[in-house]
């Protein structure tokens, strides 16, 4: 099956927002409730069957399509981010090729979506910490080891800690996504007309 640029930049946008909330609550302590919701809504939705499906709609990662613009016009804010991003594509590489931590997510994502119903939105402590559980015991166990640099503070804190790491298997999703739809590095050297296109026609 093909997939268009269209498609490719909303899974880099799933990327791109998850980890700039990382990025805010390791900094300040505080994420934004909607865009946090977005980015577990997605981890839950393992058999969408569109990318736009995943997130709910592009609607709902317009502000990592806005980031993805101004990484490619050379005015993104934080020179940190695009780093933290290459880490968890060069993650989600190792990832894919352990079939036993495939299946171990796999399960645990199953098993806390069905408890859903119960808790209301996937944004709810309780899913944060059960994702956040998840990815301790699976993904972070890989290499390359993700670093997420901020004040110690919050750092320091365990609820600041689950929700980054929960944020974190959502981006290493999203990267998952990226690879299925035929997503790669060369995209960024060689097509990033076609990719700043296609995040104008989903801003329009």
Do not use: C
Request: no cysteine; glycine share 4%.
């Amino acid at each position: 099956m093909s997939f268009s640029f269209d498609d490719r930049v909303l899974a880099l946008a799933g990327i791109a927002q998850a980890l700039q909330q990382v990025r805010r609550i390791a900094e300040t302590g505080h994420s934004e409730a909607a865009i946090v919701r977005t980015a577990m809504d997605s981890v839950m939705r393992i058999d969408a069957p569109t990318p736009e499906a995943v997130y709910g709609s592009a609607r709902q990662v317009e502000p990592g399509l806005r980031l993805l613009r101004d990484y490619f016009r050379n005015q993104g804010k934080d020179q940190l981010l695009p780093r933290l991003a290459l880490s968890v594509m060069q993650l989600e590489r190792r990832f894919v090729r352990e079939a036993a931590t495939v299946d171990k997510v796999d399960t645990g994502i199953r098993s806390t979506s069905a408890r859903l119903a119960e808790l209301g939105e996937s944004n709810h402590p309780d899913v944060l910490a059960a994702m956040a559980e998840l990815y301790k015991n699976s993904i972070s166990q890989l290499k390359p080891k993700i670093m997420v640099q901020g004040n110690p503070h919050y750092l320091n804190q365990a609820t600041v800690v689950a929700e980054i790491r929960a944020l974190l298997l959502a981006a290493v999703r999203s990267a998952v996504l990226w690879r299925q739809l035929g997503g790669n590095y060369w995209d960024f050297l060689f097509s990033r007309k076609a990719m700043v296109e296609a995040i104008e026609r989903h801003l329009r």
